[in-house]
Nanobody, 125 residues
Framework: QVQLVESGGGSVQTGGSLRLACAAL????????MGWFRQAPGKEREAVAT???????WYADSVRGRFTISRDSAKNTLSLQMNSLNPEDTAMYYC???????????????????WGQGTQVTVSS
């Protein structure tokens, strides 16, 4: 059974940084398509960054250059380093996994079967 557990959320001021981590059980993070999503109140869940078995990485335009997705095979975790945060980044952040090698099919949340419980990120101005 696949379990994903996020950590690292919190409250920061504009311009600050946070690092999110997703510990995976029942799946090897290096072998499947995984991603970070976020959902702000009243908005749809959106993809932030994805990474797959082929080393391909995708970022949403809104975070490209500020966020970095990475995998730690030793800890079997997926991370998201978030820099230069602004209030528009405030949301619940979720880790998700698809049991396929490639993320090439797209970034729609409906493609992902496994989800963590989420971790809140709040950025104040």
């Amino acid at each position: 059974q696949v379990q994903l557990v996020e950590s690292g959320g919190g409250s920061v001021q504009t311009g600050g940084s946070l690092r999110l981590a997703c510990a995976a059980l029942g799946v090897t993070v290096n072998s499947v398509c995984m991603g970070w999503f976020r959902q702000a109140p009243g908005k749809e869940r959106e993809a932030v960054a994805t990474s797959d078995n082929y080393g391909r990485i995708w970022y949403a335009d809104s975070v490209r250059g500020r966020f970095t997705i990475s995998r730690d095979s030793a800890k079997n975790t997926l991370s998201l380093q978030m820099n230069s945060l602004n209030p528009e980044d405030t949301a619940m952040y979720y880790c998700a996994a698809r049991i396929v090698f490639s993320c090439a099919a797209g970034q729609e949340s409906s493609l992902y079967k496994y989800w963590g419980q989420g971790t809140q990120v709040t950025v104040s101005s």
